[in-house]
Structure formats: C-alpha cells, structure tokens
C-alpha cells in the first residue's frame, strides 16, 4: 500500500505513474504515415509477443508529437508503447533505425 501511496504523492511526475501502471512494449515497422496535428503516427510492425498482438498496422498517439520529427513515412523505427487497453496505445519513444 505504501508503493502505491509514494507513486500517487510525486507532483509533477505524471508519467512515471503511468509507467508504473502500464508495461512498456517494444517494436520494430515501418512509419506509414505521420499526423503531427493529431499527434499520431501509422505503423506497421511486426507481432508484438509481450503485448499479444499480431503482425498489423495501425494508428498510435504520440506521447511527445515531436518526439516524431525527422521521422518520415517509408522510414523503420525502433518504438516503444504503452496500451491503456485494447488498440488504444501510446507510443512513449521512437527512433530512426540506421
């Protein structure tokens, strides 16, 4: 119970809560297609084990929509995400890969 008091008691710190909560999944795909408006990116990655998820595209928020600037449609990434349940996913971090 104490953990769970010490997590909700960190002003400020709202993503290392959430982190907590919610494991972080890796892949690796192929940006589709990139809304900074929206705050999304479309990808297509391969299966995801640790999530359960087959080989498929889809639409991702971004936690930081800058965190996909310089990164164009047709490029691989390496991304990591978290799932608030079903397909809603969020991708915390993404990288060219070289």
Same mark, same amino acid.
Do not use: C
């Given at each position: ?15 290392? #809560? ?15 297609? %990139?809304?900074? #408006? ?32 310089? %990164?164009?449609?047709?490029? $691989? ?5 978290? %799932?608030?349940?079903?397909?809603? #996913?969020?991708?915390? =971090? %993404?990288? $060219?890969? =070289?």
């Amino acid at each position: 119970n104490t953990a769970t008091g010490a997590a909700g008691s960190m002003p400020g710190m709202p993503n290392m #809560a959430q982190s907590a909560q919610q494991p972080a999944h890796m892949a690796q795909g192929t940006v589709n297609s %990139i809304d900074q #408006a929206a705050g999304t990116v479309n990808i297509s990655h391969g299966p995801v084990a640790s999530a359960n998820w087959p080989a498929m595209s889809m639409t991702f928020k971004l936690a930081s929509p800058s965190s996909a600037s310089g %990164i164009e449609p047709g490029q $691989r990434v390496d991304f990591k995400f978290t %799932i608030a349940g079903g397909m809603d #996913a969020t991708v915390t =971090e %993404i990288k $060219r890969v =070289e």
